[in-house]
């Protein structure tokens, strides 16, 4: 038995000798030291010698098998070393080298300004209207009927509303403010709420107007909510949103779902009041539509128009975009011209 040891040792000596890879190390290691290495079948097999010559036999197999793990561990510091220097060599990078441009993404000017509006509304104490009660296919009831539109109301003929053909009476919405409807089906007052997203209407395709652009409404429903109180929401809104106090002026107007209803202006941003082509030589630009929410529609939703008054707003995003940023032309947000995004 000890003639044994003593040429397990000779052999794990020799084999150590010549290793130069941590994985022909480890297989030594298996070999010789593991659970069914050649030095564990030895002390296992010590239980059938006689009882002098276990514990002679079981020391000089733990002898031998610290002297091949020190050596092992020597050779696995000197190996590891090594390969680590072979890898940083093959890996290093020359930090003089110029680096290759990687273009990143942008956000839409369109997307950056409906965030913007957003963040500037919410600062105000507005909330954003859920989800499922903004929906973009419509039925009539709540894209006209429950906004207080009558039966015959020009906006419901097929040349400015797109009817599906799921059913006669299913359309894409042509304004948010179906969603005010929901909302307001859906909690009781006060409420806050503003409502962006995606309208639809069948118009000429030009630089001014697309059959597809975004809308953020705004609703406000209260006790004691009065027409100075729009005002103020507003003209704080342009003066957050343009970064200055500008001249605004409201113009009475008509909507079907606002009662008084009024178009909001500002001045011009080109010119500064004093007439150019942007602003027709007027001075000034709309900006949005506003007014006192009609008590019609409050008591369509079974709001009491006794104790609760609302108004509402609504905002076209790609004529705010193309105001603050000098845009000419709407068709430009929807022609992915890298030229075009990449300037935002």
Known sequence: MKEKLEN???????????????????EIDIKFLGRKGELNEIKKNLKD?????????????????????????????????????????????DITLPGNFIPQGKVHPLTATVNE??????????????????????????NFDMLNFPPDHPAKDM????????????????????????????KNPPMRVISPGRVYRAETV???????FHQIEGMVIDKDITFGDLKGV???????????????????SYFPFTEPSAEIDVQCIICQGKGCRTCSNSGWL????????????????????????????????????????AINDIRLFFNNDVRFLNQF
């Open 49 to 93: 010698l006689p009882n002098e010559q276990k514990p002679i036999i079981g020391g000089l197999a733990n002898q031998i098998a610290d002297q091949i793990q020190s050596i092992i561990k020597e050779k696995h510091e000197i190996l590891y070393e090594k390969a680590i220097n072979e890898k940083l060599e093959a890996e290093k990078i």
């Open 286 to 325: 709309e900006i949005l539509g506003a007014g006192m929410i009609d008590p019609n529609v409050l008591k369509n939703v079974g709001i009491d128009t006794d104790i609760y008054t609302g108004f509402a707003f609504g905002m076209g995003v790609e004529r705010l975009t193309m105001l603050k940023y």
């Open 117 to 142: 509006i957003v963040d500037i509304f919410q600062g105000l104490g507005f909330s954003l209207v859920e989800k499922q009660n903004s929906p973009e296919v419509e039925t009539e009831h709540y």
């Open 159 to 186: 040349q400015d509303t797109f009817y599906t053909q799921i059913a006669p009476n299913i359309v894409l919405r042509s304004q948010t403010s179906n969603s005010q409807i929901h909302e307001m089906e859906g």
């Open 8 to 26: 397990i040792k000779t052999l794990a000596l020799k084999e150590l000798e010549t290793v130069y890879s941590l994985k022909d190390l480890e």
């Open 234 to 252: 507003l003209n704080e809104f342009i003066r957050i949103y343009f970064g200055q106090t500008r001249p605004t002026r409201f113009r009475t």
């Open 206 to 212: 030009s630089s001014r107007k697309n059959n597809l």
